[in-house]
């Protein structure tokens, strides 16, 4: 049945840590769903590491590309530069019994092999100890530690003679980019038979390569601590070279692992939609779970405690057998007020576990707290919506790596009569320009014509305004006061201001009134505008009738910049479609299950981890 080996490669290897039962399922398209990225340039966006790989071969210039994707042959020709006495491989390939790896860089010198792992993830290389906590490895660094180990493990094994020394290579946050167009140096190409990915298309100056924005960390102090502690998994604690031979052997023999479910299920890739399911696919998820509960089809379209928002008991809930939300108890969750108007975090994760558990499918509103807030606000009501970008690989000069560059935003404003309009909108569009404080300067004349109330869904428009008073505190700007003056008078401080504020403007979270004071079950628990707005959309009546006709964009109705007699209701069966769905696709060539996965936040989720680590 399989005519490509069987080998542990670092991919599985890391699909094993997740969840051992994992690594039945995978490689069997025809028989599971997989709901991972099957797109490779997708994949490596959402990692945002497609550049960053491409730069770090720019500071190894003697190095050798492996580019076949065949193992004897890239085993064959590593095995060829790596005779001589130096040498430096690019995808280096090397295989161990059944364990294969291919290096991002690996560097000889006489008998000394330097394994290089390249990754997108920054670092400040002045910090005491980045990779540790008081109590051990942190748990953020533990995946890539966890990978450099693997293979360190196969390269020393594969050459005994040879020391082997591992390393990171990692984003320097520290470091301030000494040229402008850097970024610009690595396009994105179509390499043929559907692959994408980057490519260097300029040299880089000396400048550049004397100030490199990755710096290389050497892990092998790390590494020999993940080999001598015990690794805790779901069946048990063990060691990781008899973790990696036991997930070898088992893969390699196409033999399933039973795990446990746990919290890790709720992000299992092996889930089946109906669609799936009609066209033959089975679920990795349910076999795992029919096989630990001993439920039927039926249960499975019951919510489990996978569900419940944002609760922290999920694990010990499990461990004790019970895996329906309607086996959660009032005392498991203890919801009590927290002072604040509206829902708390417990009364809205209890009032959730209610709804499902009575399979009462209607939606809730808190109507009189809704207008205690609503009575605060004043007319006309403006909505921003902010798109960013963090590249890992600076556009400018003097910019450091992964600092917010915020290109577009777009203005609605609600009148009190109820009428909707598109005011405005900026773009930039200048390739190389760094746009954030014309950006700020386009936004305050955008919203200075009145004192209406401003309005964001959740904490990103906030976070890019934080970002850019902190570079204009670095930038000889000439009304950098004046700037950072109307950032402070609609927004509020973060957590790394160097000053407290809080705007007489302050922006309105959306997302917090609809965790205070709306609810519905077709959420899911999830309060993300991907859910809640398609839930919005068919729970009101009035928007349905509204927004069904083709007003947005047309004569005496919807002004709008971008489209045109749009209808924004689309009835699915006895539901309203989705409108994220009547978007044109982001990525042509791309599939749309792909781009669901993209736009359900695996880019977003990573954009906004890097945007912390580099505030």
């Not at 533990?142 to 293979?151: I, M, N, T």
């Not at 498991?332 to 829902?343: E, L, Q, V």
Request: glycine share 6%; net charge negative; aromatic share 10%.
């Amino acid at each position: 049945m399989w005519l490509m080996p069987r080998f542990l490669t670092k991919s599985r290897f890391k699909l094993g840590l997740e969840c051992p039962t994992k690594l039945y399922y995978t490689k069997k398209e025809e028989i599971y769903a997989d709901s991972g990225l099957t797109d490779p340039f997708l994949a490596a966006l959402a990692e945002g590491g497609f550049q960053v790989g491409e730069l770090a071969k720019s500071y190894f210039p003697e190095g050798h590309d492996i580019e076949t994707l065949d193992y004897d042959e890239s085993l064959e020709q590593t095995a060829a530069l790596l005779r001589t006495d130096e040498a430096t491989v690019f995808e280096a390939a090397v295989k161990h019994d059944n364990l294969f790896i291919r290096v991002d860089v690996l560097k000889k010198t006489a008998t000394r092999l330097d394994l290089i792992e390249v990754k997108a993830k920054s670092i400040d290389p002045t910090e005491v100890a980045p990779f540790e906590t008081r109590n051990g490895i942190d748990s953020r660094w533990k995946p890539y530690l966890y990978d450099v180990a693997f293979q360190k493990l196969v390269v020393a094994a594969a050459f005994p003679h040879c020391e082997v020394r591992a390393y990171l290579m990692l984003v320097d946050k520290s470091v301030v980019c000494p040229t402008d167009g850097l970024h610009h140096k690595f396009a994105i190409v179509d390499e043929g038979n559907g692959r994408r990915g980057a490519r260097q298309i300029s040299d880089l100056t000396d400048e550049e390569l004397a100030n490199p924005i990755l710096t290389r960390v050497n892990v092998d102090r790390h590494c020999q601590k993940l080999f001598d502690e015990a690794v805790e998994t779901t069946e048990g604690p063990t060691r990781l070279e008899e973790r990696i031979k036991w997930l070898a052997e088992h893969y390699e023999r196409d033999e399933k692992i039973i795990s446990r479910p746990s919290t890790t299920c709720a992000h299992c890739q092996f889930r089946a939609s109906e669609e799936d399911e009609e066209q033959g696919l089975r679920s990795g998820f349910k076999e795992c779970w029919k096989a630990a509960f001993d439920w039927s089809g039926e249960e499975f379209d019951q919510p489990t405690v996978l569900d419940v928002w944002n609760y922290r008991g999920k694990a010990a809930l499990l461990d004790e057998g019970r895996a329906r939300i309607s086996e959660v108890v009032e005392e498991d969750i203890n919801p009590r007020s927290d002072g604040k108007p509206g829902m708390s975090r417990s009364e809205r994760q209890w009032f959730q576990i209610q709804k499902a558990a009575t399979n009462d499918c209607d939606a809730y509103l808190d109507r009189e707290g809704l207008k205690r807030e609503m009575r605060r606000w004043k007319f006309p009501l403006h909505f921003i919506d902010f798109e960013t970008a963090t590249p890992a690989v600076p556009l400018n000069r003097g910019r450091r790596p992964y600092e917010t560059i915020a290109f577009q935003f777009s203005h609605h404003i609600v009148d009190e009569d109820g009428g909707v309009r598109h005011v405005d909108e900026y773009l930039n569009t200048t390739r190389g320009e760094f746009p954030n404080y014309e950006f700020v300067r386009k936004l305050r004349e955008s919203l200075s014509g009145d004192s209406g109330s401003i309005f964001r869904y959740a904490h990103h428009e906030n976070t890019v305004l934080n970002a850019i008073h902190r570079q204009l505190e670095d930038d000889a700007v000439e009304d950098r006061r004046e700037l950072q003056t109307f950032i402070e008078s609609i927004s509020r401080s973060g957590r790394n201001s160097t000053r407290t504020w809080s705007g007489a403007r302050n922006m309105i979270d959306l997302c917090e009134l609809v965790k205070r004071y709306y609810y519905s079950p077709s959420t899911n628990g999830s309060n993300s505008i991907k859910y809640v707005l398609p839930a919005i959309l068919n729970d009101s009546e009035f928007l349905q009738q509204k927004y069904a006709q083709p007003i947005y964009g047309a004569d005496g109705g919807i002004h709008s910049r971008n489209f045109k007699d749009k209808r924004w209701i689309e009835a699915d069966g006895d539901r309203v479609k989705d409108p994220y769905q009547l978007l044109p696709k982001m990525i042509e060539d791309a599939s749309e299950a792909d781009l669901a996965k993209v736009d359900d936040g695996e880019i977003i989720r990573d954009g906004e981890e890097r945007e912390q680590q580099a505030a």
